[in-house]
């Protein structure tokens, strides 16, 4: 894992962890595997998962992927043309 997802990782987990202080390291990470529905070995939980399923944590049923909402478009349209440079 690199240095960058490492510190995103620990920024990510900071507000959550220090909801459920009880927990050590290892009962944080297995609550929230269980939460994204992994049910592997927690050696094979990947960073990925655990940057998106927190990441998700705070963001309602239904609502956009954090970082993917900027390039939403309603409209397909009006997609393809932004993708073409045609429009701004």
Same mark, same amino acid.
């Given at each position: *894992? /690199?240095?960058?997802?490492? @510190? +995103?990782?620990? =920024?990510?987990l900071?507000p959550?962890? &220090? /909801?459920? /202080?009880e927990l050590?390291?290892?009962e *944080? &990470?297995?609550q929230?595997? #269980? =939460? ?6 927690l050696a =094979?939980?990947?960073d990925? *998962? &655990? %940057?998106?399923? &927190?990441? *998700? #944590? =705070?963001?309602? +049923? ?6 993917l /909402? #900027?390039?939403? @478009? @309603?409209?397909?349209?009006t997609? %393809?043309l932004?993708?073409?440079?045609i429009i701004?």
């Amino acid at each position: *894992m /690199q240095c960058h997802r490492i @510190e +995103e990782l620990i =920024e990510l987990l900071t507000p959550v962890w &220090l /909801q459920h /202080q009880e927990l050590n390291l290892t009962e *944080m &990470l297995t609550q929230i595997a #269980k =939460e994204a529905g992994f049910t592997g070995p927690l050696a =094979e939980l990947s960073d990925d *998962m &655990l %940057i998106y399923q &927190l990441k *998700m #944590k =705070e963001t309602g +049923e239904g609502k956009a992927i954090p970082g993917l /909402q #900027k390039d939403y @478009e @309603e409209d397909f349209k009006t997609a %393809i043309l932004k993708a073409r440079g045609i429009i701004k």
